[in-house]
């Protein structure tokens, strides 16, 4: 039998929910759960609004349309990342300005932030890799100095804490994925946290086409259907009601890991923890360190040999052909973005994975590189 590299658990509320939005004909974005979903979802991580929209990509571009980052303006973001970063930067005609990442933790490597601003630069844009946290208090002290937003991607991350408090409570504008191999999935969608009410409500705008709330199909401005349906947030608020029960799972998933590959040779295992925070484990990666001439690309080949479904790292922003073919990042380099993309990968470990699973894929790692 095929083990995924995902399978989400959708054995709570999900079903019952589900039949109340057929029930009761509620299956648009007009529905009662969507409401429901955000109160719950904002509480969680200690923001004042929540704005669920339709993916996380979603969110991503509408946090950057609402905070006005236009034409000329500079975002500081890492090169380590998925495109969905990058997207609405470059569309608006910004200039994203890359970082390369720490080797560990996967995290953009905060001490070159302040090296990058200019008087151009209008955010910085936090992205929390893989299950630890990004270390905020310099990305916090910048953004005061400099007067700069803070975009804080945490959609890999909802549950874990930095130092204390929730990761996707220190953005001017947080986002959020819920992807079916997010820690709560409501097989798409995504959701836009703020603490400021104007912004909060241009996001509402922005997320629904900008309708005029005296005069309807009268538009001001440009904005999106982003909205997230009844349905999909059923979804989500029976997901949120097991958030910490997932969340302990996910590290015993990782607990696990970690003492059957205790000893791989030549395999960096995740970080456990740090002075900021214990590891979450969106992911379990594994890092084929240089002794070992094997590639991440050929190891997820022999993986999948086995019928163990794994995935490959990030492919980092600077050596995207679509970004290269636009001009950008010409003559860049980011040494651990590049290694970690050419060695690292993940391996099976959604919630919905067995401990059996889990020593049949251990047992494969040791088989592969031993």
């Known amino acids: 039998m095929f083990i995924p590299v995902n399978r989400p658990l959708l054995n709570g509320n999900e079903k019952k929910y589900l039949n109340e939005c057929i029930d009761s004909g509620w299956i648009s974005s007009e529905g009662p759960f969507v409401e429901r979903f955000e109160l719950m979802f904002a509480k969680k991580i200690e923001k004042k609004y ?46 994203p300005i890359l970082l390369d990442c720490d080797p560990f933790t996967f995290n953009m490597n905060v001490e070159e932030i302040e090296k990058k601003i200019t008087k151009k630069t209008k955010a910085i844009m936090v992205v929390h890799i893989y299950g630890m946290p990004v270390d905020m208090d310099p990305v916090l002290r910048l953004a005061k100095k400099f007067n700069l937003f803070i975009i804080e991607d945490a959609s890999e991350v909802l549950g874990q804490d930095y130092k204390g408090k929730p990761c996707g409570s220190f953005g001017d504008i947080s986002t959020f994925s819920f992807y079916s191999n997010k820690h709560i999935t409501t097989g798409e969608g995504g959701m836009v946290a703020v603490n400021n009410k104007a912004l909060a409500d241009t996001c509402k705008g922005l997320r629904n086409l900008c309708f005029n709330p005296k005069k309807r199909f009268v538009h001001n401005r440009l904005g999106w259907n982003m909205r997230m349906t009844n349905i999909q947030a059923a979804v989500g608020v029976a997901q949120l009601e097991r958030i910490e029960e997932f969340i302990k799972r996910k590290r015993d998933i990782g607990k696990r890991y970690n003492k059957l590959l205790n000893g791989l040779p030549n395999i960096q295992l995740p970080v456990k923890k740090n002075e900021i925070a214990e590891n979450i484990y969106w992911v379990f990666s594994l890092v084929i360190e240089r002794a070992n001439p094997m590639t991440a690309e050929t190891a997820i080949k022999k993986f999948f040999a086995k019928n163990i479904g794994c995935r490959p790292f990030f492919y980092p922003m600077h050596m995207q052909p679509v970004l290269k073919k636009k001009g950008f990042f010409r003559n860049e380099t980011f040494p651990n973005s590049e290694s970690l993309y050419k060695h690292g990968f993940y391996i099976p470990s959604g919630l919905g994975i067995t401990d059996n699973e889990i020593e049949i894929v251990a047992d494969a790692a040791w088989e592969i590189f031993n």
Do not use: H, K, W, Y
């Open 50 to 95: 929540a704005i669920s929209v339709s993916n996380g990509t979603a969110a991503l571009d509408l946090a950057i349309e609402a905070l006005g980052i236009s034409a000329g303006d500079e975002v500081i973001m890492p090169s380590f990342t998925i495109i969905s970063c990058i997207n609405q930067i470059i569309r608006c005609s910004a200039v």
